[in-house]
């Protein structure tokens, strides 16, 4: 927060900032001093709130030619793609988008777990971020079932089903999910909806994100709080408007070649077959980024268990602030942490790996070493970790270690032993 | 106002209170209950199917409810077989006596009881169905024998209408 007053300059601006305070608002958006040190890993944000508004965008304009229809939702998209004027391309942005969605949103928390920024006093920030990615996850897999094809059909299907592990009631919450006794046209109707929904909730708690981002303010590589009033910050804009704006173009670049050059390559032909109830594909796998949480799925022999191990692997994370015991926030000077952390990412992308191969012979027992390792860095590793590990010496500013000259001669030399 | 005494004012906030609890359930359970089967998905809950056309060794599909349904003519062989199983080398033991009323015909929801594919036909290691999801396995009494699946294959309600027809519902 801006500690200053602001007053606008004009009398019109004074006038209706006194009844709603909007130029405030902007002013703190524009003054809000931001650590100076922030590296390319912090233009995620920036980047994933284009994501959203990509997807919202694109995602209206589809809606405004797509049939929500057991009949006609395979024939629609078809013809979206086809007689649609742009159809192609709007369709393609929003597929793609998903995927780029995710991308982005794998580095944002990556980034967060590396400089500890789920911290205190950054716990609600966190928790709030865990929840959009759910959302994400259900706008993701209601929007996939949309078309109607054999992987959204059967995709459908599957995860439907994983409710029906719930003892009891389970069965009968699946049927109420899908409004009949198979996946059908009310299944449909209603995902379409949901899916409609959803982005404008992820909007919201969006707000609510970077609202509780502007309390404490930014997290920052060093990972100390910054010392007020110092050099340490600068202002959001034109400083950071600047430097995500130039990552934001990066990221389009990317985004761009697999909406031109390479538009199916993240999805799964299959789905250009219409649905078919009487024919299950012979290899059913969910979209890329949800691979590691069905590995963890198949991993685990039992229906019930296989569900609550993949359910526990995303709220784990929920949990994370407490479960890491460290108070040193970032990994630069936790030397052990960063061993384990890059292990963390192995081991995530090793899950990926192996949900998208058969779940048999040595892909099996990768998927549950993998799994096991998953629960056993948040569960154990973690919390043990803040009590043994011997962490560096953290520098006394942002600007001591950039400066150099510092009192603290340790850190000099650390910062030298790092740079080697 | 020393006292704590149960008064006029107290009563009224609790009757005001369980009045408001039943009020917002009664508004909400029809915004829940429409999510349920609707009349027109029930009323299809028959089907008739003539089977005079398949041979023994033969599994034919047809849909009930939006769900597939195997019937499939067993040859002695297979009879014989599914009925010599052990009843303890089963995870979920039943005996095919009780699955196939007449051991001739298996009929059976197509549904494997994992998450919901359907297996494929004269597959897997037990020389009934496998599920491609997940890898499950199923014998030819559609009992599961290895894999993730918790339960057999669901048997539907049916009845043999002539010699001819079946009626699955």
Same mark, same amino acid.
């Given at each position: 927060?801006?500690?200053?007053?602001?007053?606008?300059?004009?009398?019109?601006?004074?006038?209706?900032?006194?009844?709603?305070?909007?130029?405030?608002?902007?002013?703190?958006?524009?003054?809000?001093?931001?650590?100076?040190?922030?590296?390319?890993?912090?233009?995620?944000?920036?980047?994933?709130?284009?994501?959203?508004?990509?997807?919202?965008?694109?995602?209206?304009?589809?809606?405004?030619?797509?049939?929500?229809?057991?009949?006609?939702?395979?024939?629609?998209?078809?013809?979206?793609?086809?007689?649609?004027?742009?159809?192609?391309?709007?369709?393609?942005?929003?597929?793609?988008?998903?995927?780029?969605?995710?991308?982005?949103?794998?580095?944002?928390?990556?980034? *967060?777990?590396?400089?500890?920024?789920?911290?205190?006093?950054?716990?609600?920030?966190?928790?709030?971020?865990?929840?959009?990615?759910?959302?994400?996850?259900?706008? %993701?897999?209601?929007?996939?079932?949309?078309?109607?094809? /054999?992987?959204?059909?059967?995709?459908?299907?599957?995860?439907?089903?994983?409710? *029906?592990?719930?003892?009891?009631?389970?069965?009968?919450?699946?049927?109420?999910?899908?409004?009949?006794?198979?996946?059908?046209?009310?299944?449909?109707?209603?995902?379409?909806?949901?899916?409609?929904?959803?982005?404008?909730?992820?909007?919201?708690?969006?707000?609510?994100?970077?609202?509780?981002?502007?309390?404490?303010?930014?997290?920052?590589?060093?990972?100390?709080?910054?010392?007020?009033?110092?050099?340490?910050?600068?202002? @959001?804009?034109?400083?950071?408007?600047?430097?995500?704006?130039?990552?934001?173009?990066?990221?389009?670049?990317?985004?761009? @070649?697999?909406?031109?050059?390479?538009?199916?390559?993240?999805?799964?032909?299959?789905?250009?077959?219409?649905?078919?109830?009487?024919?299950?594909?012979?290899?059913?796998?969910?979209?890329?980024?949800?691979?590691?949480?069905?590995?963890?799925?198949? *991993?685990?022999?039992?229906?019930?268990?296989?569900?609550?191990?993949?359910?526990?692997?995303?709220?784990?994370?929920?949990?994370?602030?407490?479960?890491?015991?460290?108070?040193?926030?970032?990994?630069?000077?936790?030397?052990?942490?960063? /061993?384990?952390?890059?292990?963390?990412?192995?081991?995530?992308?090793?899950?990926?790996?192996?949900?998208?191969?058969? %779940?048999?012979?040595?892909?099996?027992?990768?998927?549950?070493?993998?799994?096991?390792?998953?629960?056993?860095?948040?569960?154990?590793?973690?919390?043990?970790?803040?009590?043994?590990?011997?962490?560096?010496?953290?520098?006394?500013?942002?600007?001591?270690?950039?400066?150099?000259?510092?009192?603290?001669?340790?850190?000099?030399?650390?910062?030298? *032993?790092?740079?080697? | 106002?020393?006292?704590?005494?149960?008064?006029?004012?107290?009563?009224?906030?609790?009757?005001?209170?369980?009045?408001?609890?039943?009020?917002?359930?009664?508004?909400?359970?029809?915004?829940?209950?429409?999510?349920?089967?609707?009349?027109?998905?029930? %009323?299809?809950?028959?089907?008739?199917?003539?089977v005079?056309?398949v041979?023994?060794?033969?599994?034919?599909?047809?849909?009930?409810?939006?769900?597939?349904?195997?019937i499939r003519r067993r040859? /002695?062989?297979?009879i014989?077989?599914a009925?010599?199983?052990?009843?303890?080398?089963?995870?979920?033991?039943?005996?095919d006596e009780d699955r196939a009323a007449n051991p001739e015909w298996l009929v059976?929801?197509?549904?494997?009881?994992?998450?919901?594919?359907?297996?494929?036909?004269?597959?897997?290691?037990?020389?009934?169905?496998?599920?491609?999801?997940?890898?499950?396995?199923?014998?030819?009494?559609?009992?599961?024998?290895?894999?993730?699946?918790?339960?057999?294959?669901?048997i539907?309600?049916y009845e043999f209408?002539n010699a001819n027809?079946i009626?699955?519902?």
């Amino acid at each position: 927060m801006s500690d200053h007053e602001y007053t606008p300059k004009s009398k019109f601006g004074k006038w209706f900032n006194d009844r709603l305070p909007l130029l405030t608002l902007a002013n703190h958006l524009t003054d809000y001093p931001t650590p100076k040190n922030l590296n390319y890993w912090w233009t995620f944000g920036g980047i994933l709130t284009f994501c959203l508004i990509t997807q919202i965008v694109t995602g209206l304009v589809l809606a405004m030619h797509y049939i929500a229809h057991a009949d006609m939702a395979f024939d629609s998209v078809e013809h979206i793609m086809r007689d649609v004027n742009y159809g192609w391309l709007i369709r393609y942005i929003h597929a793609n988008g998903a995927s780029m969605f995710f991308l982005a949103v794998y580095i944002h928390i990556f980034r *967060s777990l590396f400089y500890g920024s789920y911290k205190a006093p950054r716990e609600i920030i966190w928790i709030i971020g865990i929840i959009i990615y759910l959302l994400m996850m259900a706008a %993701a897999f209601l929007g996939y079932v949309l078309p109607w094809g /054999q992987m959204s059909f059967w995709g459908a299907t599957v995860i439907t089903n994983l409710f *029906s592990a719930i003892p009891l009631v389970g069965e009968g919450i699946v049927t109420w999910l899908w409004g009949g006794y198979s996946v059908d046209n009310p299944t449909l109707t209603r995902f379409f909806t949901l899916h409609y929904l959803i982005p404008f909730l992820i909007l919201g708690l969006v707000v609510l994100h970077i609202w509780a981002l502007h309390v404490p303010g930014n997290n920052n590589p060093v990972g100390i709080d910054i010392k007020k009033p110092s050099k340490d910050t600068v202002p @959001f804009h034109p400083y950071i408007v600047i430097k995500d704006g130039f990552a934001l173009l990066m990221f389009m670049i990317v985004f761009a @070649f697999f909406v031109f050059y390479t538009p199916n390559i993240l999805g799964h032909a299959d789905n250009y077959i219409e649905a078919n109830p009487l024919v299950t594909p012979a290899h059913i796998v969910p979209e890329w980024y949800l691979l590691p949480f069905y590995a963890i799925l198949r *991993s685990v022999p039992d229906k019930l268990l296989g569900v609550v191990a993949m359910l526990s692997a995303i709220l784990i994370l929920a949990a994370l602030p407490w479960l890491d015991t460290s108070k040193i926030r970032s990994a630069v000077f936790r030397p052990l942490y960063r /061993q384990f952390y890059w292990i963390l990412v192995a081991d995530v992308l090793i899950l990926g790996y192996v949900g998208a191969m058969p %779940a048999e012979g040595l892909y099996l027992l990768v998927a549950r070493v993998a799994t096991a390792y998953y629960f056993l860095h948040f569960l154990v590793i973690l919390p043990v970790l803040g009590w043994k590990e011997k962490t560096l010496p953290i520098p006394l500013s942002i600007t001591e270690p950039i400066l150099g000259g510092s009192p603290n001669l340790a850190t000099a030399k650390n910062k030298e *032993s790092l740079n080697k | 106002m020393s006292e704590k005494k149960t008064n006029r004012r107290d009563f009224l906030f609790t009757a005001t209170y369980a009045v408001g609890a039943v009020g917002v359930g009664a508004t909400i359970w029809p915004m829940i209950d429409q999510m349920n089967p609707d009349a027109s998905v029930k %009323a299809l809950a028959s089907t008739e199917v003539d089977v005079s056309a398949v041979n023994p060794g033969k599994t034919i599909t047809v849909l009930w409810r939006g769900k597939p349904v195997f019937i499939r003519r067993r040859t /002695q062989d297979e009879i014989a077989e599914a009925r010599s199983v052990n009843l303890e080398d089963l995870k979920h033991p039943e005996k095919d006596e009780d699955r196939a009323a007449n051991p001739e015909w298996l009929v059976m929801l197509g549904v494997c009881t994992h998450l919901g594919c359907v297996p494929l036909d004269q597959k897997g290691e037990y020389n009934g169905w496998f599920c491609p999801c997940h890898g499950s396995h199923y014998d030819i009494s559609g009992r599961i024998r290895k894999g993730p699946a918790p339960t057999n294959m669901e048997i539907p309600k049916y009845e043999f209408v002539n010699a001819n027809t079946i009626k699955i519902g």
